[in-house]
Each structure stands twice: as C-alpha cells, then as structure tokens.
C-alpha cells in the first residue's frame, strides 16, 4: 500500500525476530514508509513511531487519528487547484500525496512526456483519488502513537528497556530529495531537523543499540555493528545489499535467484561459418536468463526484460540474443537492455551484427507488437573502461558520456540511433561486408 524501497525478505527478518521479543511497546524511529509497522502488524505490540517527512507525517497522522495539518501552498493554487478539495486532513490528504508522489515531479517541467503525466491525473483523478481512499481505508497498521520530530531528540524520551526497530538513513538528503515535490507544492508544520552528520550516524546507533532488543539496518555495512550482523538481504541482481543487526537474532543470507530454463537450439561455434538469411526467435525469460548467464559479461547487473529475442543464421543456431523495454520517457523509443553474441566463434565483430539485428525494421516490429506503440528509435547505456564502445561505434549516436555509476567502470555511455531503417537482410549484407571477416585459427597464426 505505502511505497517504499524494503525488500520483501527484510520484513519477513523484522517479523521473525521481534516474535521473541517482549510484548508491549515498540518504538520505530525514522519509521518512512511503516514498513516495519506492517511487518508487526498483528504481534500484539504497541507500536510507537516517528519521521520528519511530510509524507510519513500524513500517513502516521492518520493512523492516530490526529488532523494531517497539509494545504496546498498558495502558489501552487493556480495549477494544481483541482487538488484542494481532496484534503480533507484525514485518509484524502494520505491519498492525495501518495497519488501526488507518482506526477508532482512532472509539474512545470518542460516535455510531451511531463505534460502527459499531469493531464492523465488531472483528467482520471476522481477516480484514482476514490480507489486509492478506499485501498488506504483496508489497512490492518495501527498506531499507538505518531510524532513528527527529529530522531536525536525523540530517542531520549524512549524508556531504555523498551524496545527499538529501525531503518535510519545513513545516507544524507535520501528522502528530502524524494519528498521534494510534496514539500514544493503543499505546507505543513514541519519540524526543525538536520541532516545526520557521520558523527550523529554513531549516536543515533548507539541510543538504538544500547538496549536489551534492537534491530536496525542499512544499505551499508556498518563497521561498529559488524558483531551483530544477522542477516544480508540482495533481494535482486541489479538491488543494492541490505545488511541487518539485531541484539540477537538467527542469521540469514538472501540471494538473487532466476529461473533457467533450458535451450535446445544450437549454438555458432568454432570452426563454423555463419551463413544468412537471418531470423528472429522469440525467448522465454528462462531461456532469456540461460543465455544471458552464459554469454554476458558477469560485471554487468542483469535487468528485467519485457521482450527478449534471439537472433538466428540460416541454419537455425543462436548468433545472439537481445532484449527491449519501453523507454520510461520517449513514447516512441525503445530501451535496449542488453545485447550479446554467442562465443566463442570465428568472427570478433559477431557482436555487431546482434546490434544491427536489434536495430532492424523485423526487430521494430516485435517491440510495436509487445509493447502497444509505434517505435521509431533506439537507446541504450553501455559501461565500458573506454570513451567509446567499440561495439556501438559507427551503428548508435554517443549521445552522453559521463562517470561509470557501476563499479569496476570508468565511463558510463548513452547511445541512440534510429529503429528500422534496414532488413534483417541488409543488416547480414552491411555486417559481412565491413566487418564479416572470417578469423580461424590459421589465419590468426600467419
């Protein structure tokens, strides 16, 4: 119901390691999306909480019965006026910035994309507005108590044997940057805090550990808290590690974990030559995840792919395979997860061929099919040691070249390029010609 960023096997660690504990009160500092309250939801705990954020306020607000206290900012009234008369200082107000956190970012932003977003929820709001009250409405959270207060001085009013669940952010401005809408648009009696400083990081730890039952995590390993490591959580390839502590709880390991499945298909390989015409196969996420397991570089994070395809030679072997998303912010373009070519082959540039494939008026056609739109363009993201992929070079346009947000990269680059200006033929013909050429092993000796 609330949005929030805690994986799944996360709460099932806060619910099996508060059974033990004691029943009575239990306090949630920096408490952000109730996560850990819906977690315990159902113990027989008097559950305590705190957060600055305005959209924890309403929700935590709610929850005890106390009037949200949010309006709308009267600059803001002129836009978003159609808003006012769903705060109603109680489960409207809840709703209407939990709607709002999903289009109030695209609000005088320049873009068909950002203008789009807010006429949709301009026009549909009646509607989500109603069903989003009515699911809020279902919940099974209670609150015993809900105080908007900065974390330092709230944990001195919280009784030393009592105990503490929480999930601090040890990383400065995380949610002020993702509220920063909500507070643009809407005024509240916000409370005076600052920023955790590394040494606040230290006393905020230190007044949730220094109790008989605790629990707390973070995105970082925190060295202080390593003898009461219990638990690391990567609920996803691509997700950041979650690290858990606790007093004293059972210790447990969450790993990533994708469905294989096989394919008989063969393969280009050694010593074979790749004879045309091309074709285009459709692939299961098993068999997608298989090949990609296989082929692609271990470094680099796999995604979740809406449509991945194979790529064939005329005797019907895998030369490669790639996989598409609907670009999130161009309505006619498509996202280029990932692309590969089967190795080891005799051919060094099979991999542009797979690019060419994916690139063509046959490869446009299965991504107008799967994804409901008409697709004129292309984009990818390429992590590479180099300012150029070799590989995109002379079939994508560099469009950005910036620092490698992954690790292990020096350069993170963004490409696009033009879908379906060539056959699948044309791409064979265009690849044989520049970069087609046979490398066996006795040519490479001579």
């Known amino acids: 119901m609330f949005q929030g960023t805690i994986p799944g096997p996360m709460r099932a660690i806060v619910r099996e390691t508060a059974s033990t504990w004691p029943r009575g009160p239990v306090y949630v500092p920096c408490c952000g999306n109730f996560t850990i309250e819906r977690?315990?939801?159902g113990l027989g705990f008097a559950l305590h909480s705190s957060d600055v954020s305005i959209y924890t306020t309403a929700i935590g607000r709610w929850l005890t019965g106390q009037s949200a206290g949010i309006r709308l900012r009267e600059d803001s009234v002129d836009r978003l006026g159609w808003l006012a008369g769903s705060l109603d200082d109680g489960v409207g107000t809840v709703a209407t910035l939990m709607l709002g956190t999903r289009f109030l970012a695209s609000v005088d932003r320049e873009g068909l994309w950002h203008e789009r977003v807010v006429r949709s929820y301009r026009e549909q709001w009646k509607a989500k507005h109603a069903e989003t009250v009515e699911r809020l409405s279902r919940t099974d959270v209670a609150l015993a108590s809900y105080e908007a207060e900065d974390v330092r001085s709230w944990l001195r009013k919280v009784p030393r044997e009592a105990p503490v669940c929480s999930f601090p952010p040890f990383y400065g401005g995380g949610y002020e940057k993702l509220y920063e809408p909500l507070n643009q648009h809407f005024a509240w009696d916000a409370p005076a805090y600052e920023l955790l400083s590394d040494a606040d990081v230290v006393d905020v730890l230190g007044a949730i550990t220094d109790r008989p039952y605790w629990l707390t995590a973070?995105?970082?390993?925190?060295?202080?808290?390593r003898r009461f490591l219990c638990g690391v959580i990567k609920a996803t390839p691509r997700a950041a590690p979650f690290y858990v502590y606790a007093s004293q709880a059972p210790t447990r390991i969450v790993a990533p974990r994708q469905p294989i499945e096989p394919v008989t298909a063969p393969r280009l390989g050694r010593g074979e030559e790749l004879n045309g015409p091309l074709s285009l196969?459709?692939?299961?996420p098993g068999q997608f995840n298989a090949l990609r397991s296989r082929y692609l570089n271990p470094r680099i994070a796999p995604g979740a792919a809406n449509l991945a395809v194979a790529v064939k030679d005329g005797a019907g072997r895998v030369l490669g395979v790639f996989a598409m998303a609907p670009s999130s912010y161009t309505p006619d373009e498509a996202y280029l997860l990932s692309d590969f070519a089967v190795a080891p082959t005799d051919y060094r540039r099979l991999s542009k061929l797979i690019v060419l494939a994916a690139t063509s008026s046959e490869a446009r056609l299965l991504c107008q099919r799967a994804f409901s739109r008409r697709i004129r363009a292309v984009a990818t993201t390429a992590f590479s040691n180099n300012p150029v992929s070799m590989k995109y070079r002379g079939l994508l346009r560099l469009t950005k070249r910036g620092p490698s947000n992954e690790d292990g990269?020096?350069?993170?680059?963004?490409?696009?390029?033009a879908m379906g200006g060539h056959t699948l033929t044309e791409a064979l013909a265009t690849w044989t010609k520049r970069w087609g050429t046979r490398t066996t092993e006795e040519t490479a000796g001579t």
């Not at 973070?218 to 808290?225: A, I, K, Q, R």
């Not at 990269?409 to 390029?417: A, D, I, P």
């Open 218 to 225: 973070s995105n970082h390993d925190v060295p202080e808290l």
């Open 281 to 284: 196969a459709l692939l299961k």
């Open 409 to 417: 990269w020096t350069y993170q680059l963004q490409y696009q390029g």
């Open 39 to 41: 977690s315990l939801a």
